[in-house]
Every structure is written in structure tokens, then in C-alpha cells.
């Protein structure tokens, strides 16, 4: 490339930001949405989730049972205490299979004989649908039961015995968290954290990138770019930099997003669950915090990874003739994000060596993951970074020759 002036840089930088920012429906897609969505899904899960169970756990159930006469009024008296409703029924696994009942008890006849017999004790059936979450959770109902019953007979025997119930538990586990603090704070669901950001990144590019080649060729206004006094390589950085900045804008929202839904999260879940959303802000990352160093390195390598998915998508889009045709050839590198994104979650189970952070996209989710955990290494950090400057660098040299190209800039 030939010596590059800012200023013309800047200009075409600004035009394309303009072009862009003029859809209001693009805005609010790159920069809107991405700041709603994660506070949203944060919240509104387990709320819904929560509200259902706790709907369902008031609600009376009815429950198809074969043999009621030969169950113990204890049993009994246990299970409806767990607001069920006791129906007789024939075939309880054609009636719960066609989903005419939820969940159904099978007691088996001369149950008390069984019971009162040293050895091993009589069989329940339980029929449920493990898929269905209310099967499960009705099913759970009875469960809980018929383990407080049998609580009781294992009291009874014990006691009968002379025996302590402690007799049964020989041995305390005391369960001691070994990790970080970071670690603590991340919780079991901070790999979604890594999977937004560069996910809105690519979301927000991918517009400026589309806009700024296919949609300037729709629009008639490339050849107007052409004959101006803008270099070819100063089009390119403008344009790449119009990208970048989408890119970075819309991975920053989400990051907000983020604090701002685990913000709401320790505040209104905990009002209004209770105890149990103490588990539940843990582990979406409610009480995730960062210092002045991390928030720096995380800020730095999504700048990073928003340049090479900015160069990346420039190169792409360069070759359609129209905006739809430009989405058809960018559509498959969402499969290059999403896959190693999902199999972030996994990564522990696996032994990376430090050539790993030297693969694109692969190595900037490893890298936020660790910094978010608060076990990013010196060498990991700089094979990232150096890696994404390489690449994002390879591959505006390769759209910079191809904007030169006649026949990709107007392909018919």
C-alpha cells in the first residue's frame, strides 16, 4: 500500500458510518439490541422458569396410581400432602405415554407383607416422561414422598434396633471451593460472555461491511468513491475502520448488557426468590467484577477480534454484486463462531498447548474466557494478540488487491 492520509481515511471512515447509522433499524440492531438481549435472557429465564415451578408446585396434580388399596395410609397421606390427587386407574403407562396423566404409581399387591419382611424391600413404578419438565416435576412430587416415608421406616427400624440414625453416616463430606474469587464470580455460565461478544461483533460488522461494498454497488455510489481523489488503499481502511467500529460498538453494548443484567439480577431475583436465587445469580455470572488490568485486556482483544472479523467480512462481502447476494457469502462464517463458541463450555475437559491461541476466533473466546476467570497467562495474551493483528493484516492486504480488481468490483 502506498502512504495513507488520514484525513481522506477519516472521510470515507465517516461517509459509510453515516450510510449506516441513517438505517434506524441497523442502529438499533447493532447497538440497541445487543444491550437488551443478555439483561433480558438473564432475567426473564429465571423468572419464567422460577414462576413456573413454583406455579406448578401449588397446583393441585392428578396422578394415575394401579393398586391405592395397597398402599399404607402414611404413603398416602404423604403424597397428598404434596397437593396430589390420587386417581385409580388400569394402564398407567399407555395413560401417562398418551399424556392424559402426567406421571403415575404402580404399588405392587401384599406392598405391607413386602415391606415388613427383612431383606429387600418391594418395587414402586413410577411412570413419567423425563423429556416433558412437568411430567419430571410432578413425577418429583411423588419422588419426595415416597423417599420421606421411606425416611421414616429406615427411623423405625433403626430405633427398634437401639440404633442412632447417624449410625447410617459414618463419614461428613465438608465440600471446600478451591477457586478464585474471579472464578467464583464468573460462574458456571461465563462462557456465554465470550459467545456474545464476538457473536454481536460479527452481528454489528456485518452490516457495516455489507453496506460498505455490496450496498454501496446496489446504491451506484462506488464509482463516485472511484474517480474522487481517495486511493484504493485509503478506501479499504475507511471502510475497514467504518466496520471496526460497528463491530466494537456492538460487542461494548453487550458487555454492558452483561453488568447491567447481573446488576438487576443480585438485586430484583434475590428480592424476589429468595435464598434460591443465590445459586441461580452465581451461576449466570450475576456477581461477575472486574479490575482496571482485566476490564483493559478484555477491552483490548475484543478491539482485536472486532478487526480481524471486520477485515474477514470486507474480504467476503468485496465479491457480490448486491446486498443479498453478500449475505449468502458471509451467512456460513457464522458456523465458524458459533461451533467453537458452544464448545467453549467444554474446553476444560481438553489440554491446550499455547499454538492453540494462535487460531482466529478460537483464540480470542479462550483468551476472554480466561480473562474473565482471572487466569489469562503473559504468553497466551501475546500469541493472541499478535495472532489477530497478523491475520486482520493478511487479510486487508488481500481485499486492498482485490478492490484494485475491475471484475470484483463490478461483476455482472
Known amino acids: 500500500m502506498s502512504s495513507l492520509r488520514p484525513r481522506l481515511i477519516g472521510l470515507v471512515a465517516q461517509q459509510q458510518i453515516i450510510s449506516v447509522v441513517r438505517d434506524r433499524r441497523t442502529l438499533f440492531s447493532a447497538i440497541v439490541l445487543p444491550f437488551l438481549i443478555l439483561p433480558l435472557m438473564m432475567l426473564g429465564l429465571p423468572l419464567l422458569m422460577g414462576g413456573l415451578f413454583e406455579r406448578e408446585a401449588e397446583t393441585v396434580s392428578a396422578i394415575a396410581v394401579v393398586g391405592k388399596a395397597n398402599m399404607p395410609a402414611e404413603l398416602i397421606v404423604l403424597i397428598e400432602a404434596n397437593k396430589v390427587v390420587l386417581t385409580e386407574v388400569e394402564d398407567p403407562y399407555a395413560l401417562v405415554e398418551a399424556g392424559d396423566y402426567l406421571a403415575a404409581l404402580e404399588i405392587p399387591a401384599g406392598f405391607s407383607d413386602l415391606l415388613s419382611q427383612e431383606g429387600e424391600g418391594p418395587s414402586l413404578k413410577l411412570y413419567s416422561k423425563p423429556t416433558s419438565m412437568r411430567s419430571d416435576l410432578i413425577s418429583g412430587k411423588l419422588q419426595q414422598a415416597i423417599n420421606s416415608y421411606e425416611q421414616e421406616i429406615v427411623a423405625e427400624r433403626l430405633a427398634a434396633a437401639g440404633l442412632d440414625r447417624d449410625v447410617l453416616k459414618p463419614l461428613k463430606i465438608e465440600r471446600i471451593d478451591a477457586s478464585s474469587e474471579a472464578e467464583k464470580n464468573s460462574g458456571m455460565l461465563a462462557w456465554l460472555i465470550p459467545f456474545f461478544m464476538i457473536m454481536w461483533t460479527y452481528t454489528g460488522g456485518q452490516m457495516a461491511a455489507i453496506d460498505a461494498t455490496a450496498g454501496e454497488k446496489e446504491r451506484g455510489t462506488l464509482e463516485a468513491l472511484l474517480v474522487s481523489p481517495v486511493r484504493r488503499s485509503e478506501a479499504v481502511v475507511g471502510k475497514f475502520l467504518a466496520t471496526l467500529t460497528f ?166
Open 247 to 412: 463491530g466494537l460498538s456492538s460487542a461494548i453494548m453487550a458487555i454492558l448488557g452483561y453488568f447491567v443484567g447481573g446488576a438487576i439480577m443480585s438485586g430484583v431475583l434475590i428480592r424476589r426468590m429468595g435464598d434460591d436465587a443465590v445459586e441461580i445469580v452465581s451461576m449466570m455470572s450475576g456477581s461477575l467484577s472486574l479490575n482496571w488490568q482485566t476490564a483493559l485486556m478484555l477491552i483490548l482483544t475484543s478491539l482485536l477480534i472486532a478487526g480481524f472479523i471486520a477485515a474477514i467480512l470486507l474480504s467476503i462481502a468485496m465479491f457480490a454484486r448486491n446486498y443479498k447476494q453478500a449475505q449468502s457469502y458471509i451467512a456460513p462464517l457464522t458456523f465458524l463462531i458459533i461451533i467453537p463458541a458452544m464448545a467453549l463450555q467444554f474446553a476444560e475437559f481438553f489440554t491446550f498447548g499455547n499454538a492453540i491461541y494462535a487460531v482466529p476466533i478460537l483464540n480470542a473466546l479462550l483468551l476472554i474466557d480466561a480473562i474473565i476467570k482471572g487466569n489469562a497467562t503473559v504468553i497466551a495474551t501475546i500469541i493472541t494478540w499478535v495472532s489477530l493483528i497478523i491475520f486482520t493484516g493478511l487479510l486487508l492486504m488481500f481485499a486492498h488487491s482485490n478492490f484494485k480488481r475491475e471484475t470484483v468490483l463490478f461483476r455482472t
